[in-house]
């Protein structure tokens, strides 16, 4: 690990993907902070080597501990990630990922941090026009979590190019693996596997002839690495380019657990997008980065998980 970079915050470090990224730090001997309000991560997926503080990032309170921390590096994951809550409730959306991002960004400018890695979405961002999405076509959400995303990309954008402060936007397909809540823009992986371990009948959305690009965790976890030593301000595609249907995936997964369960269709969420996935050409090319875990290996390894869990 570069010199440069001894200490991180992690942002939403006790969810998802934020408790995989603060395990690497930490393997990368990093000393690590994570802020979190706890709203939907768990305190048990902090690795007990980072030093752990429950609070929002919208309390004024973060400001001052941020100055305390004085990180190198913040990687920018706490948000509210619930695309049909986001519909219902635009407003604590807004106030999450907009407000939220607006503290975090003012934090940093005021603490001499080197490097902000912001986690946004790229399934959320676009729908109309031909998948897989490069960085050049334009976003244009449509759910209120797909706007409170652009317009946190929109203030990182600024803020780079008026307080000189390098940002890098990492735009992430659907990201699967252990931990994942069931609740989350993508968690359809999670919610399969919870139900079909359960031994109940399955329900899903529509034909299932929807397609989505999944991206195992370690391989995002793996970008934000990337991007935190990446010398400039980007902003990058990080997904595997190929699209799955939601049905295959199903099928993939009862040949991974070898059951075969019923399965229930109910009609499809109106506004949902049929086809989603995202080029990372660019990453690859100028990030270096690329997807190592097949769809097959990454599902095994969540369904071990899960089934681990259950076991508990
Ligand atoms: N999972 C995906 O497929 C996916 C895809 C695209 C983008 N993302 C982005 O990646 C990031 C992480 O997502 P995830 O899937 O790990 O979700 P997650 O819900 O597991 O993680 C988000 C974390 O943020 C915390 N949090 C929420 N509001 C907070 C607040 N006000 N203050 C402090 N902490 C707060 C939650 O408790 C949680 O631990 C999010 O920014 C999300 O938008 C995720």
Redesign the pocket.
Same mark, same amino acid.
């Given at each position: 690990m570069p010199k440069a970079f001894r200490r991180a915050l992690v942002? &939403?470090g +006790?969810?998802?993907? $934020?408790s995989h990224l603060v395990d690497k730090l930490i393997r990368c001997r990093m000393q690590v902070c994570v =802020?979190?309000?706890?709203?939907? $991560?768990e305190r048990s997926f902090v690795n007990p080597k980072a030093e752990f503080f429950q609070?929002?990032?919208?309390d004024p309170e973060f400001f001052f501990l941020v100055q305390r921390i004085k990180p190198d590096v913040i990687f920018h994951? +706490? /948000?509210?990630?619930n695309v049909r809550y986001s519909v219902k409730n635009p407003r604590h959306d807004a106030e =999450?990922n907009i407000l939220?991002t607006l503290a975090v960004l003012q934090a940093a400018k005021e603490s001499n941090v080197k490097k902000i890695v912001f986690?946004?979405?790229g399934?959320a961002m676009f729908g109309k026009g031909k998948p897989p999405y490069t960085e050049m076509v334009s976003p244009n959400p449509f759910s209120p979590y797909g706007i409170s995303?652009r317009a946190a990309e929109l203030y990182f954008l600024q803020t780079q190019a008026l307080y000189n402060l390098p940002c890098v936007i990492l735009r992430?397909a659907? =990201?699967y693996g252990p931990r994942? &809540?069931a609740k $989350?823009? /993508?968690g359809v992986i999670s919610v399969f596997a919870r139900r079909m371990l359960a031994g109940g009948s399955v329900t899903m959305n529509g034909s299932g002839k929807q397609t989505r690009d999944f991206v195992y965790v370690d391989d995002v976890v793996a970008a934000n690495i990337l991007a935190m030593k990446f010398p400039q301000s980007d902003l990058f595609h990080i997904g595997t380019g190929k699209e799955t249907s939601i049905l295959t995936l199903y099928r993939a997964m009862e040949k991974c657990m070898n059951i075969s369960l019923a399965l229930n269709h109910i009609p499809p969420v109106s506004g949902e997008v049929m086809h989603s996935s995202l080029d990372a050409h660019r990453a690859r090319r100028v990030l270096k980065w690329q997807p190592t875990v097949k769809l097959e290996e990454g599902l095994q390894r969540t369904i071990a998980w899960f089934k681990m869990q259950e076991k508990k």
């Open positions: 942002t &939403g +006790a969810g998802f993907i $934020g =802020v979190d309000d706890l709203s939907s $991560g609070m929002s990032i919208n994951l +706490a /948000a509210q990630i =999450v939220g986690s946004s979405s399934g995303k992430y659907n =990201v994942q &809540g $989350g823009e /993508a």
